[in-house]
């Protein structure tokens, strides 16, 4: 069963950059059917996509984050990674990781990882 | 402000039908791009409840049902249970943004 799980500071001061992991287990991260994915859940708010990224490295950003994101991917490690800069408490979310299947649908979902961005 | 328009919130009684819509338009839904359905319990990350506009993952009971039409598609579940009481979100992918886009969220209440 494929298991995915988000690490990283659950606190983030305003103006740094927030970095977060996903390991993935139980599947190789290098299948070539599947985008791996970050999603984010303000407080009592919606989803909304932050990007995805391909084994070879490829990438797609959410047009409105996309200045301040950086999605990258370690084959080695079985892991993805995101990189948001410039964090403003607007950023304060559940980030989730997620495995996009071929239909751009997601079906397999980390527990989630609530970081706050305050001083 | 989502790209995809949910109703804010849906109640119904037990054993009752009830519908969550999804509106979109020309460049996701309208063009032709599925829509996808996830089930968010508290506290929980989302689970796919129907993917490709009407099929249902395994496990997703036939309770559960989706459909498109034009630049709308709809979630239906018929005989409204307890634990069907969570957060319906919508996604689809919109072409004039190249990115995938969710809608706002539909809190469902079994009265």
């Known amino acids: 069963q494929l298991q995915l799980q988000e690490s990283g500071p659950g606190l983030v001061k305003p103006s740094e950059t927030l970095s977060l992991t996903c390991t993935v287990s139980?599947?190789?991260?290098?299948?070539?059917?599947?985008?791996w994915g970050w999603i984010r859940q303000p407080p009592g708010k919606g989803l909304e996509y932050i990007g995805s990224?391909?084994?070879?490295?490829?990438?797609y950003y959410n047009p409105s984050l996309k200045s301040r994101v950086t999605i990258s991917v370690d084959t080695s490690k079985n892991q993805f990674s995101l990189k948001l800069s410039s964090v403003t408490a607007a950023d304060t979310a559940v980030y989730y990781c997620?495995?996009?299947?071929?239909?751009?649908?997601?079906?397999?979902w980390g527990q989630g990882t609530l970081v706050t961005v305050s001083s | 402000q989502s790209v995809l328009t949910q109703p804010p919130s849906v109640s119904g009684a037990p054993g009752q039908r009830v519908t969550i819509s999804c509106t979109g338009s020309s460049s996701n839904i309208g063009a032709g791009y599925d829509v996808h359905w996830y089930q968010q319990l508290p506290g929980t990350a989302p689970k796919l409840l129907i993917y490709g506009n009407s099929n249902r993952p395994s496990g997703v009971p036939d309770r559960f049902s989706g459909s498109k039409s034009g630049t709308s598609a709809s979630l239906a579940i018929t005989g409204l249970q307890a634990e069907d009481e969570a957060d319906y979100y919508c996604?689809?992918?919109?072409?004039?943004?190249?990115?995938?886009?969710f809608g706002g969220g539909t809190k469902l209440t079994v009265l």
């Open positions: 996604q689809s992918y919109d072409s004039s943004l190249s990115a995938s886009v």
């Open positions: 139980g599947g190789s991260i290098r299948s070539s059917s599947y985008y």
């Open positions: 990224v391909y084994y070879s490295g490829n990438t």
């Open positions: 997620a495995r996009l299947a071929t239909g751009s649908y997601y079906v397999y």
